[in-house]
């Protein structure tokens, strides 16, 4: 029997009123595994209600910041019980590998249990501003915080979000990706089991035209934070006008991974390819364009031709696949069209641009790692996201020129350089315009490290103190002695 998935409001799991549903499927064998019915707008509208309700009634914003934290970590504790059902349930609806799918669950606990500690951590400011006047500064939440996210990490970006928007006193509405809440609906039924009360946390399904337009036009949100694309984003900041409430947008990239003629090049074939091919490049900071020097560049490219050639890949509940599917049909789609474009530019395809239509891997959505040779900057496969196992590799003279190039876009969100030059590597990794930059390595960071980019790829930072700060308003207290 295909499973029905309900919203979370209030407290109570009810189901849509809406005729139109989706169907949550398997990219690993494109079975339905799921059902989700769209929320509708008037539904979106009393989510939103109850939770603005449930902020004025201060039963979570007036707790002592020590209370939130001992629920958090009691839903991290949820989690850690429920690691395997989590793990599952994202392989599955996701298409990513098992490993993967575990250090996003872990990474989502950490997140937790982070936030809860920097609860009993953070502290007030207070100075005397003259002889009789004594002045506080206070942190408070915001209020209602609509959090909207994509498809790609479903759980890890609900827990980005959802950890410091409640530590900080706020009440929420998530609305995961339509194709994949099934990690959200778990975590909302976690939470349902700890002290969390009732209307803190409402959890919508459905789509971002209705549900999610409905979140960032509310009046009755005041802030909304998105993670998706540079042209929804767009959209959602005309849309959040209405009542200027805050933004904070995570969005897409096109990350430059620059590899010098002194770089180790194991190290930087290594991590080039984990760069581009993990989450089958449908990871925002994915190092989608590999900027190789002169001297290295036809090593670099035979080298890292054989070696994406050996890339496994297959379902991720597959101990051995070293890459899962694409989420979608549509979005295989997508990739295949860039395929197309890529040659139409010019381009050389030194490997892959199909779908794997080869043993039981043809009835998912699974996509040869894909590299393109021989491209140019003005190329539409180099200037936007295509979000699949697809890189290019281009060449460079020196380092004015790998900048140039490398920052010859409108994002801004991640980068690397490869050199056993510490000197020269920091040089450079300062030049390039991007929030999250790596030397010598790529992907890794912590739930510490602030995360968010510069240009198009975003406004704010997750993560950190400064993922708090996001969801948090600050207030001068002038007092007269
Ligand atoms: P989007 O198509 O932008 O969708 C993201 C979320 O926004 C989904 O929940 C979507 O709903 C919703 N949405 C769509 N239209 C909306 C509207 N008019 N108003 C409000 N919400 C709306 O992105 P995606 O395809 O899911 O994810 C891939 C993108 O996310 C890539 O560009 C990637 O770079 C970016 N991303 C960025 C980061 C960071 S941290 N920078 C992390 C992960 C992903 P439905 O899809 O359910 O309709």
Redesign the pocket.
Known sequence: MTRHLKMYINGEWVASSSETTVNVIDPATQEVIAVASNTTKEETEEAIKTAKRTFESGVWSDLLPQERASVLRKIAEKMEDNENTLIDLEVQNNGKTKREADSDVQDAINCFRYYADLLNTTSDQTYEASEDLQTLIVKEPIGTAGL??????PLL?SVWKIAPALAAGNTIIL?????TPLTAVKLFELMDETDLPKGVANLILG???EA??T??ESKDVDIVS???????GR??MK?ATGNMKKVSL????KSPNIIFDDADLDTAVDYALFGIYMGAGQV?TSGSRILVQEGIYDKFVKNYIERAKAIKVGPGHDENAEMGAIVSQKHLENILEYVQIGKEEGAHLALGGSKIKSGELEKGLFFEPTIFTNVTNDMRIVQE?I?GPIVTIQKFKDEDDAIKTANDTDYG?AGAVFSKDQNKALRLIKKIRAGITWVNTYHLTDEQAP?G?YKQ??IGR?LGTYGLDEYQETKQININL
Not at 148 to 153: A, C, D, S
């Open positions: 909207i996210v994509p498809w790609n990490f970006m609305k995961p990706a339509e194709i789509l971002g035209s999610g337009q979140i960032s998105f993670t998706g694309s540079t042209a929804v959209h959602i849309a995570e969005m897409g990239g925002c996201e979000f969100l995360w980019g790829s975003g997750s």
